[in-house]
């Protein structure tokens, strides 16, 4: 059985840090291409990040370039999500999800993931 699990969300003042983390259980890791999606409140579900099998290659969002970096450690089966410089509009819950089936390196296209954890809730406070 398949689960993905966020953690490291939390409320935090605007031009702070952040690190999400997702950890993955039944599966081969590093078979599966991962990504990590926001949904605010009254919201449709928007990209944030995405990273290929191997961690070598990335995919950003516009609204978060240069302020996210997405990584994973295939040996700890972790996805991680490093965000700085926060901005109130970054406020969502943050989900992580994984696919292998997918033909691409990755995609900014919630329809290709497989697999999706349950969310981690990130508030920025102004």
């Known amino acids: 059985q398949v689960q993905l699990v966020e953690s490291g969300g939390g409320v935090v003042q605007a031009g702070g840090s952040l690190r999400l983390s997702c950890a993955a259980s039944?599966?081969?890791?590093?078979?599966?291409?991962m990504g990590w999606f926001r949904q605010a409140p009254g919201k449709a579900r928007e990209f944030v990040a995405a990273i290929n099998r191997s961690g070598g290659s990335t995919l950003n969002a516009d609204s978060v370039k240069g302020r996210f970096t997405i990584s994973r450690d295939n040996a700890k089966n972790t996805l991680y999500l490093q965000m700085n410089n926060l901005k109130s509009e970054d406020t969502a819950t943050y989900y992580c999800?994984?696919?292998?089936?997918?033909?691409?390196?990755?995609?900014?296209?919630?329809?290709?993931?497989?697999?999706w954890g349950r969310g981690t809730q990130v508030t920025v406070s102004s």
């Open positions: 999800a994984a696919d292998r089936t997918y033909s691409g390196a990755y995609s900014d296209n919630a329809l290709t993931y497989e697999y």
């Open positions: 039944g599966l081969t890791f590093s078979n599966y291409r």
